[in-house]
């Protein structure tokens, strides 16, 4: 079993950023992929970033050219870098991990006022 903890939420201005961390926990995870998440209430939950073990990594449209998603196999962690934040950025962050399994965290908050 797999447990998830994120860190790094928060209250940003448009234009700023945030740095979000998950800690993997219960198995080393450096086989899967890992991946950021958001859902803000009423919508979708809707992928954000993935990153394979190889470490390609894959974005939505909506976040290309201001997020970066890494990942620290040796720590077991996965981090999502975000640059130039705007309003729309505003929801819940989870961290996924796809690995004999589909698990996730327990999510954080990120807000962007404008």
């Known amino acids: 079993q797999v447990q998830l903890v994120e860190s790094g939420g928060g209250l940003v201005q448009a234009g700023g950023s945030l740095r979000l961390s998950c800690a993997a926990s219960?198995?080393?995870?450096?086989?899967?992929?890992m991946a950021w998440y958001r859902q803000v209430p009423g919508k979708q939950r809707e992928l954000v970033a993935d990153i394979s073990s190889g470490g390609t990594s894959n974005y939505a449209d909506s976040v290309k050219g201001r997020f970066t998603i890494s990942r620290d196999n040796a720590k077991n962690t996965v981090t999502l870098q975000m640059n130039s934040l705007k309003p729309e950025d505003t929801a819940v962050y989870y961290c996924?991990?796809?690995?004999?399994?589909?698990?996730w965290g327990q999510g954080t908050q990120v807000t962007v006022s404008s």
């Open positions: 219960g198995s080393r995870v450096s086989g899967g992929v």
């Open positions: 996924n991990v796809r690995f004999f399994g589909n698990y």
